[in-house]
């Protein structure tokens, strides 16, 4: 075979290799970033918040389906919240009804809202609670702040691309089904503030009280 016979026949597999690759799907990681901020006011003008109750105990695992309907939710658990921990279960996700097919494709936390940042508001109107947001794996943990009992907060979740159900992407979930949840399922906890603190707090001002009486009374 001469030099350009070869020359001709690499091209036109290099060509082939090309059209073959360009015919394989990459794939995409699916994203999904939390934020946990002040109450939206203008959700908070069209419908109640949910409520956590004290049925939600410190460490008491939930879990759920995102994205689901944004609401703001009502700490009603009778603790301050000092942390929040969210542990993605969805690590790949498939459904051949949805526009265009997912199939197997991984699941990640990740910046959906495009400020560079994972798990922070890029809104003015919603101020983030927590300073700190730690990624490990699939866990991600809001930390440094507190949400006060009988406060309101909000925690929406968004996915990149949009997989809320009805939102384009996936069909929408029938009108008489209850569980309106997204496909993204994510456990939840919160650790409280202590309480230690106040009651050695108690304890040592009681027990200074206790003292100062005694002493008052061995000198009269």
């Given at each position: 075979m001469t030099t350009i016979a070869i020359k001709i026949a690499l091209s036109a597999l290099g060509a082939a290799?090309?059209?073959?690759?360009?015919?394989?799907?990459?794939?995409?990681?699916?994203?999904?970033?939390?934020?946990?901020?002040?109450?939206?006011?203008?959700?908070?003008?069209?419908?109640?918040?949910?409520?956590?109750?004290?049925?939600?105990?410190?460490?008491?695992?939930?879990e759920y389906g995102v994205s689901d309907v944004a609401n703001n939710f009502l700490n009603d658990t009778g603790?301050?919240?000092?942390?929040?921990?969210?542990?993605?279960?969805?690590?790949?996700?498939?459904?051949?009804?949805?526009?265009?097919?997912?199939?197997?494709?991984?699941?990640?936390?990740?910046?959906?809202?495009?400020?560079?940042?994972?798990?922070?508001?890029?809104?003015?109107?919603?101020?983030?609670?927590?300073?700190?947001?730690?990624?490990?794996?699939?866990?991600?943990?809001?930390?440094?702040?507190?949400?006060?009992?009988?406060?309101?907060?909000?925690?929406?979740?968004?996915?990149?691309?949009?997989?809320?159900?009805?939102?384009?992407?996936?069909?929408?979930?029938?009108?008489?089904?209850?569980?309106?949840?997204?496909?993204?399922?994510?456990?939840?906890?919160?650790?409280?503030?202590?309480?230690?603190?106040?009651?050695?707090?108690?304890?040592?001002?009681?027990?200074?009280?206790?003292?100062?009486?005694?002493?008052?009374?061995?000198h009269c």
């Open positions: 290799g090309i059209s073959f690759l360009s015919l394989t799907p990459a794939r995409a990681f699916i994203l999904v970033e939390p934020i946990v901020t002040t109450q939206n006011q203008d959700i908070l003008e069209t419908k109640n918040p949910r409520t956590l109750g004290p049925e939600f105990q410190p460490g008491q695992v939930i603790y301050d919240i000092e942390s929040l921990v969210f542990d993605l279960k969805t690590l790949s996700y498939s459904n051949p009804d949805s526009t265009p097919v997912f199939d197997n494709e991984p699941v990640q936390w990740g910046d959906v809202n495009g400020d560079g940042k994972i798990g922070y508001s890029n809104n003015p109107d919603l101020k983030d609670i927590f300073r700190d947001v730690t990624i490990k794996d699939n866990i991600i943990t809001f930390s440094g702040g507190v949400i006060p009992n009988g406060t309101l907060f909000y925690n929406p979740f968004a996915t990149k691309p949009n997989v809320a159900p009805g939102a384009g992407i996936i069909p929408p979930v029938p009108a008489e089904q209850v569980d309106k949840d997204g496909p993204i399922r994510v456990a939840t906890y919160y650790t409280a503030v202590p309480e230690s603190t106040n009651v050695l707090g108690v304890l040592v001002f009681g027990a200074l009280g206790v003292a100062l009486k005694l002493k008052r009374s061995l």
